[in-house]
């Protein structure tokens, strides 16, 4: 009797447990809260697209949209526009750099090392005043657009808060892009201030995307840009963004190719600026291309370094887009186009690359 008594009761403890168990299974999963973005002193600190977001576009845009999206606003600066002396100019550390690929290439990752070569040197340590020297041009013979390293340079298309916008990119990794941090991220401190429906069209031509479409899951840009934006002004406005996907079974680097990096180097350089300009002189239908050099830092900057300023006269549209060091031969990104002040339309100007920026930028787009 007591035994069956005993088989009782423990059937009954084995029925709660079980009745407790599918009750806990049924409730919902509590959403996982996003990663909490603070702003630090210095911006060292990087923040990436959260997984749950719909970043990555769910199918190609059409050419109608792609023509139909507004050229991202040139961001404007703040305060005195100028030469300004910057304590954290200077590297912080020795100048590196790694190399990029031609397309097809089957191995991904260049390693970095310290360098000293043809555009390491000074170009013009004096700099220049406004506006500084440089020359504009459009690519217009078609086969240049998918010849690298021109093959590298594209648009990006992409939603911010439901309007549909146009950056420009460049590749730099077997799987990666660098571009703008304002071009990734609204800059305003909020999880809905990702971009969204995010795809990139290497070698545009008015319409035309002879190298396929991209679409980018995963973006990243500095906690501070993040947090803070243009308020915190554009030291930090940096942006970059992962593709996983495959075209003909390669990745967007292999069909390509891919840029290199260069950073701590000397600001006093000749650099090459690419884009896709939108707005009005500008159609955003070609590639256009200032050939410039260094002519003072910018004064919107707040914990430094300062972003570098050149003469170019390139409008809405080209934000995001590279500044090549040694076009043709080293291939280095050395910045990406960034702001400029309206009262002075003839220049544009571009975030200094240090160590920092190797870490959070350069470094995140060669491991993806």
């Known amino acids: 009797m007591q035994s069956k008594q005993v088989k009782l009761f423990s059937s009954v403890i084995l029925i709660v447990m079980l009745a407790v168990a599918l009750s806990l299974a049924a409730k919902p999963a509590a959403a996982s809260a996003p990663a909490a973005a603070v702003a630090q002193s210095g911006g060292e600190t990087a923040i990436t697209s959260p997984e749950n977001l719909a970043v990555a576009a769910p199918r190609p845009w059409t050419a109608a949209e792609m023509k139909a999206a507004k050229p991202y606003p040139m961001p404007e600066g703040k ?6 002396s910057d304590v954290t100019a200077g590297p912080t550390g020795p100048a590196g750099s790694a190399k990029g690929a031609r397309p097809n290439a089957k191995s991904g990752v260049a390693s970095t090392e310290a360098t000293v070569d043809d555009v390491a040197a000074a170009i013009n340590p004096a700099g220049y005043s406004y506006p500084g020297p440089f020359t504009r ?55 809905t201030g990702w971009s969204t429906n995010v795809v990139f069209v290497p070698a545009y031509r008015n319409g035309a995307a002879p190298l396929g479409q991209w679409s980018v899951p995963s973006l990243r840009t500095y906690t ?29 680097g292999q069909k390509v ?28 239908a070609t590639m256009q291309v200032c050939n410039t050099s260094y002519a003072y830092d910018s004064a919107a900057y707040s914990g430094g370094p300062a972003p570098m300023s050149v003469g170019c006269d390139q409008t809405g549209g080209t934000s995001g887009g590279p500044w090549i060091l040694g076009f043709g031969s080293s291939n280095y990104v050395n910045s990406v186009n960034s702001h400029r002040y309206t009262v002075r339309p003839l220049e544009l100007s571009g975030p200094y690359a240090n160590a920092d920026t190797y870490t959070i930028i350069f470094s995140w787009a060669r491991t993806r």
């Open 137 to 191: 041009f459009h690519v217009g013979d078609i086969a240049a657009y998918t010849t690298y390293p021109l093959s590298t340079v594209g648009k990006l298309f992409f939603k911010q808060y439901g309007v549909s916008y146009v950056c420009s990119a460049s590749v730099i990794a077997l799987r990666a892009i660098v571009t703008a941090g304002h071009c990734v991220h609204k800059g305003n401190n909020l999880v």
């Open 257 to 284: 190719g891919y840029l290199g990096y260069a950073y701590n180097y000397g600001r006093a350089q000749n650099w090459w600026l690419l884009g896709y300009p939108q707005a009005a002189p500008f159609t955003g």
């Open 79 to 84: 305060g005195s526009a100028g030469l300004v």
């Open 224 to 252: 501070d840009w993040y947090a803070n934006g243009s308020a915190g002004d554009f030291d930090h406005d940096w942006g970059a963004g992962a593709i996983t996907s495959t075209i003909g079974g390669l990745y967007i």
